[in-house]
């Protein structure tokens, strides 16, 4: 930015005039057509915006810097961030901004580059106008400016690379088949559950049916758990029927040890004579 005093000693020899005057185009950077991705592409109207800033103040050893770095880029070999001692700056600085330059290397990658180049070529040039101001040490807003740019640039590519989080999964849901009394045949209400269960599996398009016996205790457990087994396999049957491919159904019997309603042996429940279908995404 604006030095105290600038010092320019092109004056002589028409050809060092041209040279000197080359590297201050930055008209000529601006016109030039960028040959690389868009992260070059970026780059490149960063460092023009950079070099007639740095014009404007006066400061022709910095608008120098940026053109040379934004021809790089707009012929699609961009230079890395610029290194720590490429600057004097102050020493209670030196350790924030070499901070900085490690988190942006970080994330200076190919991938980075083809994928978010915008915001990549923003941390870098945010990065590198905040070093040169913070070696100027004075112009606080420009510093806080360019050091906002860099923060605010490598939180996009933060959010945009941070791990999805998971998806979860959907419930299981589930239905209830009843039966009556040490019967596993389906009828009425029985079946129309069992066709709303493969329904359901055909519309979520369902990887299991979970298919679970029960009964109660109103007879020996050996009978029950026969009974059990027998009303699970008779709603498989059902489900296979209305189009449930048999390798997705599960099948297992419980007999008497898993009641809804917990009641004393011998106990008639119709609410525990049931099979369960569980129908899993």
Not at 43 to 55: D, F, G, H, I, P
Not at 80 to 102: Q, T
Request: net charge negative; glycine share 8%; aromatic share 6%.
């Amino acid at each position: 930015m604006r030095k105290s005093l600038v010092v320019v000693s092109c004056a002589g020899m028409a050809a060092v005039l041209s040279a000197c005057s080359g590297a201050w185009d930055v008209e000529g950077l601006q016109a030039t057509k960028p040959s690389g991705s868009a992260f070059d592409a970026t780059l490149q109207n960063e460092y023009v915006r950079l070099a007639t800033s740095e014009r404007e103040q006066g400061d022709w050893r910095d608008t120098a810097t940026y053109v040379a770095r934004g021809r790089l880029a707009a012929a699609g070999t961009p230079a890395e961030p610029e290194a720590i001692d490429n600057r004097d700056l102050p020493g209670d600085k030196v350790g924030e901004l070499a901070a900085a330059r490690a988190k942006l290397m970080g994330v200076y990658t190919p991938a980075n580059k083809a994928a978010h180049g915008k915001a990549l070529a923003l941390a870098q040039t945010g990065y590198e106008c905040w070093m040169e101001q913070q070696e100027e040490n004075w112009q606080w807003d420009d510093i806080a400016a360019c050091k906002a740019q860099f923060d605010a640039a490598l939180k996009a590519i933060a959010d945009a690379t941070a791990p999805k989080a998971p998806v979860a999964a959907a419930p299981a849901q589930g239905y209830v088949v009843y039966f009556g009394l040490n019967s596993a045949k389906l009828e009425g209400d029985a079946l129309a559950v069992v066709r709303e269960a493969a329904q359901a599996f055909k519309a979520q398009k369902a990887s299991r049916a979970d298919v679970s016996g029960h009964a109660d205790r109103s007879g020996a457990a050996p009978y029950n758990d026969k009974l059990s087994s027998l009303r699970a396999e008779a709603v498989g049957d059902a489900l296979m029927k209305q189009g449930v491919p048999e390798s997705a159904i599960t099948i297992s019997a419980f007999g008497e040890s898993d009641l809804a309603v917990v009641t004393p042996d011998g106990a008639k429940e119709p609410r525990n004579r049931r099979v369960t279908i569980t129908i899993v995404k």
